[in-house]
């Protein structure tokens, strides 16, 4: 049938109608919020790059998570910033380290959180890189066994998931064994999958003081250039016993986004990054775009695009938003 006989207008006249017909609801049950860990004590550090976000030691994290928690956002992503970094990240790898105590300090004063733990070295390296170096190179294997480490104190400390985002080979494996033989075998992974080597970190690097002292990233992190090697690194995780996949950044990746979605049965979460977030920030503060409604434009395209979870830091303003629509 064609016009006139069919109006595509007609289901768009009436908002309650348009509502009806929407095909894609955000909510704030799909939302994750980023939060950065420091040492001290009633120390709030903004983050220049990141206008709105800041470092917060424990305890003002803590106080930080319940007013998180009002909007009806229910999850957090952590990084830490430790007091001292070394050579390999194994500062990371206590329950006396930033993130672990963090979680243990959160878990006791709010039972309704879920906590996600970022797992890498990069920001306990003094290096910054994400593992070992050995030979100018960042030394897959006996990185793997740091990171499996790290998972386990931060399965004891009580997060809920932990989020490797290193792009080792095989990590994925040596941590699903790791807290299998420690008990944990009911913790999930949430892996950063496909984790392209992108320049949209660059606000996060200031946050987390992680950019690398020397060369970059691109021996381990993805090439952006390419959509069937996210899929095939997509594939080993799940074999490897991830349970949820990760693609990171979100905006300028949603074709991997959708791929991921479309070839693989597992939820799919997507990062949309820092210099995702402070493009829209900065651009609304010029009054050049309506910050408001591009950031709720985003997020709904990355959840069309088909991410179950979405991890970022407009997570509580878009709650604020949703929660006045409703
Ligand atoms: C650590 C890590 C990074 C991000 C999350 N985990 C930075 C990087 O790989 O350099 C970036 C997150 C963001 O930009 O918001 N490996």
């Known amino acids: ?24 609801t955000l909510t704030t049950n799909d939302l994750v919020m980023p939060l950065f860990v420091c040492p001290g004590e009633n120390v709030k550090n903004p983050i220049s790059s990141m206008p709105g976000n800041y470092q917060f030691s424990i305890d003002l994290l803590v106080e930080k ?28 790898c206590s329950l006396d380290s930033i993130v672990q105590k963090a979680i243990i300090a959160i878990k006791k004063e709010i039972s309704d959180i879920f906590i996600i733990a970022d797992v890498c070295n990069c920001e306990y390296t003094t290096h910054g890189h994400c593992g070992t170096i050995i030979d100018n190179d960042v030394d897959n ?8 480490r790290q998972s386990v104190t931060l399965a004891q ?4 998931v932990v989020a490797p985002s290193d792009m080792m080979d095989g990590r994925v494996q040596a941590i699903r064994r790791a807290l299998d033989e420690n008990g944990y075998e009911k913790l999930p992974i949430m892996a950063y999958s496909a984790k392209y080597a992108s320049g949209f970190y660059g606000p996060f690097r200031e946050a ?6 020397f060369g970059n990233r691109n021996t381990y992190q993805m090439n952006p250039a390419n959509s069937d090697e996210a899929m095939r ?36 979460a997507a990062y949309n990054v820092s210099g995702e977030f402070s493009m829209v920030k ?33 997570a509580v303003e878009a709650a604020e938003i949703l929660n006045q629509q409703n």
Not at 3 to 24: A, C, K, Q
Not at 157 to 160: I, V
Not at 291 to 305: D, G, N, P, T, Y
């Open 157 to 160: 400390a009580g997060a809920d």
């Open 282 to 314: 900065a651009a609304g503060e010029k009054d050049w775009i309506d910050q408001q409604r591009v950031m709720m434009e985003i997020l709904l395209s990355i959840k069309r695009a088909g991410a179950d979870i979405i991890i970022t830091y407009h």
């Open 65 to 92: 998570c319940k007013k998180i928690i009002a909007t009806g956002v229910k999850s957090i992503l952590l990084f830490g910033i430790p007091e001292e970094k070394d050579e390999t990240g194994d500062v990371a």
């Open 233 to 268: 690194e997509i594939e080993l995780d799940i074999q490897e016993g991830a349970d949820i996949v990760m693609v990171k950044p979100a905006l300028s990746y949603l074709d991997i986004i959708y791929r991921a979605k479309a070839e693989f049965n597992i939820p799919v």
């Open 208 to 213: 987390a003081e992680s950019a690398p002292k």
């Open 1 to 24: 049938m064609t016009f006139p006989i069919t109006r595509l207008r007609r289901l768009r006249y009436n908002s309650i109608l348009r509502n009806l017909v929407s095909e894609t």
């Open 141 to 148: 294997d006996s990185t793997i066994e740091t990171l499996a």
